[in-house]
Nanobody, 117 residues
């Protein structure tokens, strides 16, 4: 089993910054892709950013140039640095990991990000 612990959400004004963290623990023998998704009220969950074990990244068009995903393989952790936040970034953010040999992905519990003046 794999457990994910997310942190870093909160309330921030437009133009502000937040950093999300997600640490995986449990029976882990390396992690393939790690990513962040978000779900706003009344909308479907969408990919925000993801990063492969080798460090290749891809981002949703809406966050390119503002968000940066990174990972620490030694800590089985993934981070999302969010700058120049907009009100439309308000959502619950979920981390997702694909551990090697697990045959499935795992989701974090979600952390609320609210961008409001």
């Amino acid at each position: 089993q794999v457990q994910l612990e997310e942190s870093g959400g909160g309330l921030v004004q437009p133009g502000g910054s937040l950093r999300l963290s997600c640490a995986a623990s449990g029976s882990i023998f390396g992690i393939n892709t790690m990513g962040w998704y978000r779900q706003a009220p009344g909308k479907q969950r969408e990919l925000v950013a993801r990063i492969t074990e080798g460090g290749t990244t891809n981002y949703a068009d809406s966050v390119k140039g503002r968000f940066t995903i990174s990972r620490d393989n030694a800590k089985n952790a993934v981070y999302l640095q969010m700058n120049s936040l907009k009100t439309e970034d308000t959502a619950v953010y979920y981390c997702n990991v694909n551990p090697r040999l697990a045959g499935r992905t795992y989701w974090g519990q979600g952390t609320q990000v609210t961008v409001s003046s």
